[in-house]
């Protein structure tokens, strides 16, 4: 995937059962935010830290979507309890993960097939604008996140 190019289609579940899919983002700025596991320390502070910060995205015509491999239910918890105020949508089968190459194979204390903690900014045309998988441990670079959004 090249900054410019249509963005990989995906499916996903949301907390409410819904199917959602990029048509469903059409003339809109989405942000999506792909994350390892929900209840996880570093996965609960990015989508809190993103949550918190929701009325500057709005203000920049922006539409968040949070992406785990955890199931919808899960998913659900995970933003009550944490007062997520934006859609927490779940890549079961993960073939948003594998679309948007964020999909982390390799073994991991035995664990294997969730997302690498990634960002994706999606303009109204539905090209990527901006793409970065962060080491893991760290959260995505917000700024450079918003910073694409002013200059769409």
């Known amino acids: 995937m090249n900054i410019g190019d249509k ?17 469903d983002f059409k003339d809109k700025n989405v942000v999506l935010l792909f994350f390892p596991l929900a ?3 570093v996965c ?9 910060d ?9 539409e968040i979507i949070g992406v785990s491999v955890d199931s919808p239910f899960v998913l659900q918890k995970f933003g009550e309890e ?17 679309a948007f190459d964020t999909l982390f194979e390799d073994d991991f204390l035995g ?14 045309e539905g090209a990527l604008r901006y793409a970065e998988t962060t ?6 670079d917000f700024d450079k996140i918003k910073e694409t959004l002013k200059s769409l």
């Open 7 to 23: 963005a990989p289609e995906f499916k996903l579940v949301t907390t409410a059962m819904k199917s959602i899919t990029n048509k």
């Open 54 to 62: 929701m009325n500057a995205y709005k203000d920049l015509d922006a």
């Open 135 to 140: 080491d893991g441990k760290s959260l995505p």
């Open 111 to 124: 664990l294997t097939g969730f997302s690498k903690r990634s960002a994706y900014v999606i303009d109204k």
């Open 44 to 52: 609960t502070q990015e989508m809190c830290v993103a949550s918190d």
């Open 82 to 98: 944490n007062n997520i105020g934006f859609t927490l949508a779940s890549d079961f089968d993960r073939s948003a993960s594998k």
């Open 39 to 41: 209840f996880t320390s």
